[in-house]
């Protein structure tokens, strides 16, 4: 338990157990001190739970087995994976989420083309004849 001030609005760190896709919380990002608990059976009943949700910025995955963090990293919608951490960020790499998390990407290469746009710009300077195509007399289709 944590000692919170007695004056504004706090919401205690809190651990929700059982919580069903039906349930709010499953469905729904907090953005609080909040964690919600999902028992599943098998990886790909998780991987299905992980993807039944109209977000998808980042998700966890804690396992001693590389191989199944590759395998589930693939398979689970979501803009940045963790495995055997959470929320640990490189500013080399890009930062944004699938659906509704997020919009484009932020840190690394792709943050620059996310916030830039290309542009071709062509002046002509001079009234001399082009020649584009060698001969000015031949026709070209």
């Not at 916030?115 to 007399?137: C, H, M, Q, V």
Request: aromatic share 10%.
């Amino acid at each position: 338990r944590c000692s919170l001030a007695e004056v504004g609005h706090f919401f205690e760190p809190t651990v929700l157990g059982s919580v069903t896709p039906e349930n709010t919380a499953f469905a729904e990002e907090i953005f609080g001190p909040v964690i919600t608990v999902t028992e599943f059976g098998t990886e790909e009943e998780g991987v299905a739970l992980a993807n039944n949700s109209k977000y998808g910025l980042g998700g966890a995955i804690w396992t001693a087995d590389v191989r199944k963090a590759h395998r589930v990293a693939q398979k689970v919608r979501c803009g940045v994976m963790w495995v055997n951490c959470h929320h640990r960020n490189d500013p080399s790499s890009p930062w944004g989420g699938f659906g509704q998390s997020g919009i484009g990407r932020e840190n690394g290469p792709e943050a620059f083309e996310e916030y830039t746009a290309t542009k071709s710009l062509t002046i002509r300077t001079t009234d001399a004849r082009e020649n584009w195509f060698g001969d000015p007399n031949a026709r070209y289709s």
